[in-house]
Structures are given as structure tokens and as C-alpha cells.
């Protein structure tokens, strides 16, 4: 059973709009959040991440806002850059255990 | 730092066959990670080190997978006998805790069972 899951295997947005994509989870004991981002070819990098105590982080043009009454978390990309195309993975831990990630989403940013 | 190397970043091999994968993480990180990812399942976890020592290793799928670290620098992952479902991305990845700080990801190894 997944605990972290991505329902959008995919995602397309022109450049300069915003890029959302979603996370669930089931878990509502996890405690920290984390978006990595996937290059073909390459391994995942890290993007950002936040604490289960807040509700919005933001670094620079990504921002990822989490709402724990609906085990939901979102990460927002604005404005959209063609560099920005990759997979993302959204990723979960437990009192700093091990993460659990989701499926991945593709975004592929349209010049 | 170079960075978590593996090796080798392709590896094609019959059903049957044994395979194994290599991985030296970034100097100074006590946790080292094992991940698979395919198109069903995405990333997956497979098991984890701490200080060398195996710390969870249920995401390890049959006993035809092992892994061991040796010492502080160097992994390996092992399938015997590999079978067409395993083929797949599998990664190593480093940290210096086991989940608040990021892993740092090697580029991985894409393996292809035939």
C-alpha cells in the first residue's frame, strides 16, 4: 500500500505559467516533507522541503504548502522554465526515518 | 566531493545471471540508501545502512537480493539469480541523517535482465 502517492503521472505547462503539482499521503504521522527533482539519466536532487508544523515554505520560485487536514501537500513552480522539465518526486519521513516517495510526476514546460 | 558514484551505469545480463552493483557514497555520511525504480512502483526503497550496519532491509524484495557494506566507503547490491522483473533504475544514495537532511542520489545504475 503506498503511503506517498502522485495521481499525475504527468503534467504539461507553457513557460512563464504556473507549475502545480499535488502529493497525498496517508500516513498523518509523518513530520517532514521533501520535493526532489529527476533529470533523465541522471539521480534525483534535492529541491526543498518543509516541516509538518508549517504550512508554506518558499525558496525562490519554488513554494510548497502543505495541508495536513487533507494529508495533502502541493509544490508550486512560478514562473515555469523550460529547465524545469523533469520528473518530481514528492517524499515523506517519519521522526526523521527513512523517506518514503511517491510515484513521481513528468512536468514538461513548453517554451 | 565527487559526489555518490555507482558502477557500472548500465548493465545488461541474462536471466540468470549474477549481477552486482556498486556504490561509494560521500565521504563523511553515516546512512546509505538502496532505491529501484520502475514504471509500476516508482522509487522505491530497498534497504539502508547505518554506520555499516543493515538498519531495515524490508523493502529488499526476495532473498535472490542482498546487500553489504563493507566499510564506510563502499556498497554493493546483489542479484542471484536475476530474473526479467528485476530490470530497472536502482539507486544509492547518502546522508549524513536518515531522512531530515536530503540524500544525496548517485546517478544510478540502469539494469536490464533479459
Known amino acids: 500500500d503506498q503511503q506517498v502517492k502522485q495521481n499525475s503521472p504527468s503534467l504539461s505547462v507553457q513557460e512563464g505559467r504556473i507549475s502545480i503539482l499535488n502529493c497525498d499521503y496517508t500516513?498523518?504521522?509523518?513530520?517532514?516533507f521533501l520535493w526532489y527533482k529527476k533529470y533523465p539519466a541522471e539521480g534525483p536532487t534535492f529541491l526543498i522541503s518543509i516541516s509538518s508544523i508549517k504550512d508554506k515554505n518558499e525558496d525562490g520560485r519554488f513554494t510548497v504548502f502543505l495541508n495536513k487536514s487533507a494529508k495533502h501537500l502541493s509544490l508550486h513552480i512560478v514562473p515555469s522554465q523550460p529547465g524545469d522539465s523533469a520528473v518530481y518526486f514528492c517524499?515523506?519521513?517519519?521522526?526523521?526515518?527513512?523517506?518514503?516517495f511517491g510515484g513521481g510526476t513528468r512536468l514538461m514546460v513548453k517554451p | 566531493d565527487a559526489g555518490v558514484i555507482q558502477s557500472p551505469r548500465h548493465e545488461v545480463t541474462e536471466m540468470g545471471q549474477e549481477v552486482t552493483l556498486r556504490c561509494k557514497p560521500i565521504s563523511g555520511h553515516d546512512y546509505l540508501f538502496w532505491y529501484r525504480q520502475t514504471m509500476m512502483r516508482g522509487l522505491e526503497l530497498l534497504i539502508y545502512f547505518n554506520n555499516n550496519v543493515p538498519i531495515d532491509d524490508s523493502g529488499m524484495p526476495e532473498d535472490r537480493f542482498s546487500a553489504k557494506m563493507p566499510n564506510a566507503s563502499f556498497s554493493t547490491l546483489k542479484i542471484q539469480p536475476s530474473e526479467p522483473r528485476d530490470s530497472a533504475v536502482y539507486f544509492c544514495?547518502?546522508?549524513?541523517?536518515?531522512?531530515?537532511?536530503?540524500?544525496?542520489f548517485g546517478p544510478g545504475t540502469r539494469l536490464t535482465v533479459l
Open positions: 500516513n498523518s504521522m509523518f513530520d517532514y
Open positions: 517524499a515523506a519521513t517519519l521522526a526523521g526515518n527513512m523517506l518514503t
Open positions: 544514495a547518502s546522508s549524513e541523517t536518515s531522512g531530515l537532511n536530503e540524500q544525496f
